[in-house]
């Protein structure tokens, strides 16, 4: 299993951007897919995007579609999470997932290693 670390989590204002980053340590990143959930209060966990191990195949939750975008950089062993025009109901904490596998997938229960989580909160 990968340890991996998530950061640049924090509060912004509706309407504003927030990137948040996955960093690995330990393994090469090449054969992973990766994804980003959200957990907020009183709500199911949400898979928000994912990314293939060669980063030619990504995907999106509908609800942030055109606002966020993943990215991989395999060399820096960092998987980021740009997110724009941020809504009030998307405050969660954010975690990052990783498996051995060459696809992209939205379910959690795909995924065996996890990170700590990043709070992210978008309020006035």
């Known amino acids: 299993q990968l340890q991996l670390a998530e950061s640049g989590g924090g509060l912004v204002q509706p309407g504003g951007s927030l990137r948040v980053s996955c960093a690995s340590s330990g393994f090469t990143l090449d054969y992973y897919a990766f994804a980003w959930f959200r957990h907020a209060p009183g ?5 928000v995007s994912c990314i293939s191990s060669t980063g030619g195949s990504t995907n999106y939750v509908a609800s942030v579609k055109g606002r966020f975008t993943i990215s991989r950089d395999n060399a820096k062993n960092t998987v980021n ?3 724009n025009s941020l809504k ?4 969660a904490v954010y975690y990052c997932a990783a498996v051995p596998l060459a696809g992209c997938f939205l379910k959690g229960d795909e995924y065996d290693s996890w990170g700590q989580g990043t ?5 006035s």
Do not use: A, D, F
């Open 81 to 83: 999470l740009q997110m």
């Open 88 to 91: 009030p109901e998307e405050t």
């Open 119 to 123: 709070q992210v909160t978008v309020s």
């Open 43 to 47: 709500k199911e966990r949400e898979g």
